[in-house]
Nanobody, 121 residues
Framework: QVQLVESGGGLVQPGGSLRLSCAAS????????MGWYRQAPGKQRELVAL???????TYADSVKGRFTISRDNAKNTVYLQMNILKPEDTAVYYC???????????????WGQGTQVTVSS
């Protein structure tokens, strides 16, 4: 059983910062790319940032220069540092991981339960 557990969401004023964390646990043979997606009310889920196991990040244009994704492979954890937050960043943020739970199995995508980020004065 694989679990992705997110933490760090909350309410913050415009211009503020938050740091999200997501730890993968359970049966994990290989952990590949990890990332963060978000979904605002009435909108489709969208990619925020992605990081390969080797550390190469990819960002949505809307967060470049403000958000930083990083990971700790020893802890199977991915982080999202969010700075200069804007009201349009308000959404439920979901952790995503591409991993193989057992040797010989192909990798699959797993999702966390989501954490709410609200940017409002």
């Amino acid at each position: 059983q694989v679990q992705l557990v997110e933490s760090g969401g909350g309410l913050v004023q415009p211009g503020g910062s938050l740091r999200l964390s997501c730890a993968a646990s359970g049966s994990i043979f290989s952990l590949n790319a990890m990332g963060w997606y978000r979904q605002a009310p009435g909108k489709q889920r969208e990619l925020v940032a992605l990081i390969a196991r080797g550390g190469s990040p990819t960002y949505a244009d809307s967060v470049k220069g403000r958000f930083t994704i990083s990971r700790d492979n020893a802890k199977n954890t991915v982080y999202l540092q969010m700075n200069i937050l804007k009201p349009e960043d308000t959404a439920v943020y979901y952790c995503n991981a591409d991993l193989a739970p057992f040797y010989g199995m192909g990798s699959e995508e797993y999702w966390g339960q989501g954490t709410q980020v609200t940017v409002s004065s």
